[in-house]
Every structure is written in C-alpha cells, then in structure tokens.
C-alpha cells in the first residue's frame, strides 16, 4: 500500500452513500468500519446531484452512526460528466506532454475544454518507437464542485477524486493479482449505472460506462408483480415467491442477465478487434446488482468465460467490534469501489 494518511472510502451512488475505514494493525490491513445509507429516489440522477439536502444528511448520518473520527475522505465519479480514454501520441518528455495533454485531449471530448477538469496517466513511453501511451480522465468541473460542496457542507474534506472503474481496479488488484498478462473484465453494476474496465496486464487498457443498472430491473418486477420497489428488490436476490410471481420475476430476469451479458459482449469484441493477440481470462463482478441471484453464472455460461463475484474484503483482517459482519458478508460487492478508495492515501500521487 501507498504511504500517506488514512482516508474515508465514500462511495457516492445513485440509490446510496456507502462508507469504508480501514486501518493498519502489525502491518495487516483492517476493516474499521462500514455502512450505507440509502437516498431517497432521483436524489442524483445521471451523476448530477438533484437533492443535495438529503445527500448531506445522508453522509452525515454515516458518519455520525459509525463514530468516524478521520474526515478527509476519497471520493469518485462516473457515468456522462466523465470521459476516461487511454491515448497513443507521439513520444514527447514529461514536460512537453504537460504542455500539449489540453490540446490532445480536446479532440476527444463532448464538452468545451473550459467546462472540464484534466488529468492523465502515462503507461509507458518507447522514445525509439515514438509512442507514449498515455490514460486521461476528464471530468466536468460543474460536477466536481456540486460533490465538493455536498461533502464539505456534510464536514468532511475531499482529498482524492477517482473514477469509479479505477476505485474497483484498486480493490480488485488489492485481492487478486493478475498472472502473467492474464486480461480481466471488471463489471460494477449499481443501481443506475454500469462500468466496465478491461485490465490486461494490471494495466487499464478500456473503459465504459453504460446507462443501465439493477434499479431497471426492480423497476420492471415491480411493475409486472404489482410488488412495492422493497419487495421487487427482494425477489431480484433470490427471495422466495408464489408460483405466478415466480414466472414472471424470472422472465424479467432472465431479460435483464442477458442484457448485462449482451454489454459485456460488446467490450470484448471492442477489446478483441484492437487487441488482437490476446483474450479475456476471466470476468469478476461488484457492485449491489452483482448479488442478483446466478447472475455470474448466467454470464458465464453466455460468454464461455469464467466468471466470478468480487470479494474486496478478503486478505483484511475485522474489527468484530465495530463492524457489521453480517451486512459485509451479505453485501460484500456492493463495497467494492467504496473499498478501492479506501486504500488510496493522502500523498499518493495518481
């Protein structure tokens, strides 16, 4: 891990805030605390916050309810105010590519280069081959001040901004490293919004956000049972129905699997015609939507490719007196990019 001062993981989605604390104990890493909040419907919508009362209460709430001391905090973005690209440009020095990175990575963007915050990442850079592989992020600086003012105004400090899909490469890099040039495919599925990162390599090689999550599919159950969104939200994991319920719950479903499988299938045929000389290995999935009953084996057995649900707790040691074993072990996933900005530091530079 990197050095620098503990933060706050502080998973700001559409449906809910969720908190992660860890600290270091004999050089282990411990899981100090976490929590969710749940937000009431069309508090942020599309990344933009709508309701920033209920929001602050709501980071309030957990952070008060779990007695966390620490207020700097590591937060992250997606969905349309972020463009994330991964750019091969001709080999120039750090300070060339300093001056030149706006220009370059205004041909890329929807928005006018005033209405963006950038920052970038270089890969590699092969002078004798004149290529500099470079990953940029953009994010637009109206959203960044409606999160910093939300989050300051609930007491805290922001000290990191990430990407969601970055914040899952953390957590999922932090359990499991990557063999050789093993390529992986990163699913998160909130409730609105899901992102896809290929990692190939331990590298960051394609990412996308897709407008489609678990609440879609409560939403449909919902309205073809007649059930209230909790007990739509119930079945979609698994509980139990009558036999009419049953039938309907699992074409909604078995819809909705195939629609998350089918996005998936289109990352890859992007990610294979590009990357020609090399295949995805595996495909590990996180977010709330992630616990959708046989979900992972479902894609699985679409796609041929082994498929599993991400864990971000393994490898840490609990503190069983501060932390709810049951909501970590029923809701593991649905903490993975909170988990992935927890281990971010102070100093770390990114």
């Known amino acids: 891990m990197a050095k620098g001062g503990n933060l706050i993981g502080l998973d700001i989605g559409s449906s809910s805030v969720k908190l992660v604390e860890l600290k270091e104990r004999k050089g282990h890493l411990v899981l ?3 929590g969710v909040a749940q937000l009431a419907p069309e508090t942020i919508v599309e990344g933009a916050i709508i309701d920033s009362y209920d929001l602050i209460n709501a980071i309030k709430h957990l952070i008060s309810s779990h007695h966390v001391k620490n207020r700097k905090v590591a937060i992250s973005v997606s969905g349309t105010p972020v463009i994330v690209k991964r750019l091969t440009l001709a080999y120039m020095t750090d300070k060339e ?8 990575v205004e041909r890329y963007l929807p928005f006018d280069l005033s209405e963006v915050n950038i920052d970038y990442h270089v890969i590699r850079g092969d002078e004798k081959r004149n290529q500099l592989e470079v990953l940029i992020g953009a994010v637009k600086k109206e959203t960044l001040e409606e999160y910093l003012s939300v989050v300051t105004e609930a007491g805290l400090k922001i000290r990191v901004v990430d990407v969601d899909a970055f914040a899952v490469e953390n957590a999922y ?3 499991r490293e990557p063999a050789g040039s093993e390529t992986v495919i990163l699913v998160n599925i909130g409730a609105s919004l899901m992102n896809l990162n290929i990692v ?6 394609f990412t996308r956000d897709i ?3 678990g609440d879609n599919f409560t939403k449909e159950i919902q309205k073809q049972i007649g059930a209230t969104f909790e007990e739509a939200e119930r ?3 698994g509980g139990e129905l009558d036999a009419a319920q049953e039938i309907i719950a699992k074409n909604v479903l078995d819809a909705a699997k195939g629609s998350l499988s089918n996005e998936i299938l289109k990352s890859i045929n992007f990610y294979n015609s590009t990357f020609e000389d090399k295949e995805v290995n595996r495909i590990s999935l996180s977010g709330g939507t992630a616990l959708m009953d046989d979900l992972a084996q479902y ?10 649900v991400l864990n971000p707790f393994e490898g ?5 007196k501060t932390v709810d074993k049951g909501l970590m072990e029923s809701s593991a996933p649905m903490f993975a990019v909170a988990f992935g900005l927890a281990l971010r530091r102070e100093k770390e530079e990114k």
């Open 316 to 320: 840490v040691d609990i503190n069983e």
């Open 211 to 213: 407008a489609l999550g």
């Open 299 to 308: 894609i699985q057995d679409s796609l041929n490719i082994p498929t599993s």
């Open 173 to 175: 890099l932090f359990t």
């Open 200 to 205: 190939s390599s331990g590298e960051t090689t």
């Open 97 to 104: 590519l300093a001056e030149t990175i706006d220009w370059e």
């Open 235 to 237: 079945l979609k994991t």
């Open 32 to 34: 100090h605390q976490l």
